[in-house]
């Protein structure tokens, strides 16, 4: 397979196959900016792989495995990372009233399918189908793909699942069934990342509402640097302790 193509042309992988070069995706002015290649499969084996190269999946229904690598890439800098004063509040009150509690991979497949019930902003569909649902079930039996849930008085109502390899984080998706519950579940990953050294959170796709949440669109090559950096560390434990907050709830940037 040949890495040299034009943009009316489009990478196609066998499973095994190696990924082409990032630099080839598409550019700006093409009519899908980031698409890498089609084709391939889906294995942990494969995904891992993606990952390690700043490449991820993502099609919808009736279309070939499609992979991508954008430029710029979104990426939220753990210390970046705003809270809102009202929901720094909302939290420290739901904590202090013993209303909160916030789990690590207890219920990954209830996750990743109240994710994929839930479109993404401005979509009528979801891009988590069931291939995906069962890879990344996969990549969690694996231990490289997690879930942060939000339990509030004893119901889970809201969560994100994620990719990690090494001390890197590839945000995935989330949910919510009350008010602020993802955003409960994403300041919660940023307290672990904090504590477990690791800086920065893969976004993926550049949006209002990221950025209002502190991430930031990098250079794909300044993104890749960090990523190659990260990806040969040692993945930490993926549990969550309530002093894990303070990284969070006393910290504010200048």
Same mark, same amino acid.
């Not at 700006?28 to 490449?55: F, H, K, M, N």
């Not at 339990?151 to 889970?156: C, K, R």
């Not at 307290?191 to 990221?210: G, K, N, S, V």
């Given at each position: 397979?040949?890495?040299? +193509?034009?943009?009316?042309?489009?990478?196609?992988?066998?499973?095994?196959?190696?990924?082409?070069?990032? =630099?080839?995706?598409?550019?700006?002015?093409? #009519? $899908?900016?980031?698409?890498? $290649? &089609?084709?391939?499969?889906?294995?942990?084996?494969?995904?891992?792989?993606?990952?390690?190269?700043?490449?991820?999946?993502?099609?919808?229904?009736?279309?070939?495995?499609?992979?991508?690598?954008?430029?710029? +890439?979104? %990426?939220?800098?753990?210390?970046?990372? *705003?809270?809102?004063?009202?929901?720094?509040? /909302?939290?420290?009150?739901?904590?202090?009233?013993? *209303?909160?509690?916030? +789990?690590?991979?207890?219920?990954?497949? /209830?996750?990743?399918?109240?994710?994929? =019930?839930?479109?993404?902003?401005?979509? !009528?569909?979801?891009?988590?189908?069931?291939?995906?649902?069962?890879?990344?079930? $996969?990549?969690?039996?694996?231990?490289?793909?997690?879930?942060?849930?939000?339990?509030?008085?004893?119901?889970?109502?809201?969560?994100?699942?994620?990719?990690?390899?090494?001390?890197?984080?590839?945000?995935? !998706?989330?949910? !919510?069934?009350? =008010?602020? &519950?993802?955003?409960? &579940?994403?300041?919660?990953? %940023?307290?672990?990342? +904090?504590?477990?050294?690791?800086?920065?959170?893969?976004?993926?796709?550049?949006?209002?509402?990221?950025?209002?949440?502190?991430?930031?669109?990098?250079?794909?090559?300044?993104?890749?640097?960090?990523?190659?950096?990260?990806?040969? /560390?040692? =993945?930490?434990?993926?549990?969550?302790? #309530?002093?894990?907050?303070? !990284?969070?709830?006393?910290?504010?940037? #200048?």
């Amino acid at each position: 397979m040949t890495a040299n +193509r034009s943009e009316s042309s489009l990478a196609w992988l066998e499973p095994g196959d190696d990924f082409p070069p990032v =630099s080839t995706a598409w550019g700006p002015q093409s #009519p $899908a900016p980031g698409l890498l $290649a &089609a084709g391939g499969a889906l294995d942990v084996t494969t995904l891992c792989q993606a990952y390690r190269e700043g490449i991820f999946p993502w099609y919808s229904t009736g279309q070939p495995i499609l992979w991508w690598s954008t430029d710029p +890439r979104m %990426v939220l800098h753990t210390t970046h990372f *705003r809270l809102a004063p009202s929901l720094r509040k /909302q939290i420290r009150s739901l904590i202090k009233q013993n *209303r909160l509690e916030i +789990r690590f991979d207890g219920h990954f497949s /209830q996750v990743i399918h109240h994710c994929a =019930s839930t479109p993404r902003h401005g979509q !009528s569909g979801t891009w988590i189908i069931p291939d995906m649902v069962r890879a990344y079930m $996969a990549l969690h039996a694996a231990g490289h793909a997690h879930c942060v849930e939000t339990w509030l008085d004893g119901q889970l109502v809201g969560g994100l699942y994620a990719v990690n390899i090494g001390r890197m984080v590839y945000g995935e !998706s989330m949910f !919510s069934h009350v =008010s602020n &519950a993802s955003k409960i &579940a994403l300041c919660a990953l %940023v307290a672990f990342c +904090r504590t477990q050294h690791m800086p920065l959170i893969d976004c993926q796709q550049e949006t209002p509402h990221l950025a209002s949440l502190g991430a930031n669109p990098v250079a794909r090559t300044d993104f890749l640097r960090e990523v190659q950096q990260l990806t040969i /560390q040692p =993945s930490p434990h993926w549990a969550f302790a #309530p002093t894990h907050w303070d !990284s969070v709830l006393t910290h504010r940037l #200048p």
